[in-house]
T-cell receptor
Framework: DTGVSQDPRHKITKRGQNVTFRCDPISEHNRLYWYRQTLGQGPEFLTYFQNEAQLEKSRLLSDRFSAERPKGSFSTLEIQRTEQGDSAMYLC??????????FGPGTRLTVT | GQNIDQPTEMTATEGAIVQINCTYQTSGFNGLFWYQQHAGEAPTFLSYNVLDGLEEKGRFSSFLSRSKGYSYLLLKELQMKDSASYLCAVRDHSWGKLQFGAGTQVVVTP
């Protein structure tokens, strides 16, 4: 059984560049979540998919952020025109219905 | 508003017991979760309470009082590997968005 995987694990980019992260959930999980975590804080909810439908987006998710889950399996999170404030750990989690969420290892983004 | 409070740091000796308290004020409630997070790693699920009372899983137990907006995580027979951040999270709707506290850093000393 493979857990949630994320790629890349680390990304360093210059301010103004676009970045895209990928999340592969546990295969039978229908729900997929994106969170963002900064040092010393708990994860903050960004967005949620049930199958391929994006059902909620946080107000934290500005129009520079977009997420997709085109076939209800893997998901991508894109950040356009990155800013230094976007530097954080981006975590993906998946669950089967209301069961507990399993987190991936995260993608650490550094914007210089 | 949404507010989840837990202590910033706790220190305990190997073999001892530590209790991490969490209080919450959220617009809805559909379960309280505890996660463990080692530095640089993903959170891992520890326990879940949706009804009042105590849930025991090996060395870890979690308690919930919905009327008081209060939960605690009890770690028994502490081991060095238990040094980590412990995150309290409330699910406010059935579909599962989690709202996390800032985490409690537990330091286990020899």
């Amino acid at each position: 059984d493979t857990g949630v995987s994320q790629d890349p694990r680390h990304k360093i980019t210059k301010r103004g560049q676009n970045v895209t992260f990928r999340c592969d959930p546990i295969s039978e999980h229908n729900r997929l979540y994106w969170y963002r975590q900064t040092l010393g804080q708990g994860p903050e909810f960004l967005t949620y998919f049930q199958n391929e439908a994006q059902l909620e987006k946080s107000r934290l998710l500005s129009d520079r952020f977009s997420a997709e889950r085109p076939k209800g399996s893997f998901s991508t999170l894109e950040i356009q025109r990155t800013e230094q404030g976007d530097s954080a750990m981006y975590l993906c989690a998946s669950s089967l219905g209301e069961d507990e969420q399993y987190f991936g290892p995260g993608t650490r983004l550094t914007v210089t | 508003g949404q507010n989840i409070d837990q202590p910033t740091e706790m220190t305990a000796t190997e073999g001892a017991i530590v209790q991490i308290n969490c209080t919450y004020q959220t617009s809805g409630f559909n379960g309280l979760f505890w996660y463990q997070q080692h530095a640089g790693e993903a959170p891992t699920f520890l326990s879940y309470n949706v009804l009042d009372g105590l849930e025991e899983k090996g060395r870890f137990s979690s308690f919930l009082s919905r009327s008081k907006g209060y939960s605690y995580l009890l770690l028994k027979e502490l081991q060095m590997k238990d040094s980590a951040s412990y995150l309290c999270a409330v699910r406010d709707h059935s579909w599962g968005k989690l709202q996390f506290g800032a985490g409690t850093q537990v330091v286990v000393t020899p």
